[in-house]
């Protein structure tokens, strides 16, 4: 990603902060990590890193342009697809997790990692956000798989 890129991935992503200033301050000065409200401009999915991992290579298959932003907690094992707000959506499945208005997301910078917390595809300014169909549909395929594996390995 070039400069002017997460530069605007910067600005972006601190839109959603209650005060982006005191928000890059805190990546820049503090630990590199800001709290931020999802439901405004973004919701997040985060499920179990290997699903969340075989997704990410499925959507990357499935489209032309980049996927959405996507965060990784290795220290959590999960991975976070960005999407569009909505509380209405209903995303289940075993260790899903749907954060959307009322809930706090950790997020370091676009620009660097900052303790467990990563971007795999950081966020470019652009507003770009994961579709919540071609997301559901590589979950689904990436469950399949990963359940028709999981025997074979033992686990």
Known sequence: ??????????????AAALDPRACKRAWDQGDGIALLEAGRFWD??????????????????????????????????????????????????????????GSWVAMPPPYRPARSLEWLIPPDGSGSLHQPLALEMALRQASGTLSTLTPLRGE
């Open 44 to 101: 997040v999915l985060s499920v179990p890193d290997r699903l969340g991992l075989l997704t990410l290579d499925l959507l990357w298959r499935f489209t032309l342009p980049a996927p959405g932003p996507t965060l990784v907690d290795t220290a959590a094992h999960r991975v976070g697809f960005l999407l569009p707000p909505d509380p209405a959506d209903r995303w289940i499945g075993s260790g899903v997790r749907h954060a959307t208005r």
């Open 1 to 14: 990603m070039t400069r002017a890129g997460w530069t605007d991935g910067v600005e972006w992503l601190a």
